[in-house]
Nanobody
Framework: QVQLVESGGGLVQAGGSLRLSCAAS????????MGWFRQAPGKEREFVAA????????YYADSVKGRFTITRDNAKNTVYLQMNSLKPEDTAVYYC??????????????????WGQGTQVTVSS
């Protein structure tokens, strides 16, 4: 069992930056690949980024590539999402998630086993 708690969301102007954190409980955090998803009002939850259990491989949606960076610190049981050059279309609730699946499932919400409660990110124009 893994419990995930996101933090770091907030209101920022377009072009600004935020860093989201996701703290995980449990001693098996390093066994899970981690992902970030987001959901805007009236839209489906969409993949943002993922990172392998070791941190050696990362995966990004085309819409955030070059602007967002996912990292993890297994000693702190935490995964991060550094978001730079934010745009109004990045406004959404951001969720972190954990999976024991393989990389083919990282892009899909139903490939994840555990989810956090989400943190709101609002980018003003």
């Amino acid at each position: 069992q893994v419990q995930l708690v996101e933090s770091g969301g907030g209101l920022v102007q377009a072009g600004g930056s935020l860093r989201l954190s996701c703290a995980a409980s449990g001693r098996t955090f390093s066994s899970y690949a981690m992902g970030w998803f987001r959901q805007a009002p009236g839209k489906e939850r969409e993949f943002v980024a993922a990172i392998s259990w070791s941190g050696g491989r990362t995966y990004y949606a085309d819409s955030v590539k070059g602007r967002f960076t996912i990292t993890r610190d297994n000693a702190k049981n935490t995964v991060y999402l550094q978001m730079n050059s934010l745009k109004p279309e990045d406004t959404a609730v951001y969720y972190c998630a954990a999976t024991t699946g393989n990389s083919g499932s990282y892009y899909y919400a139903d490939g994840y086993d555990y989810w956090g409660q989400g943190t709101q990110v609002t980018v003003s124009s």
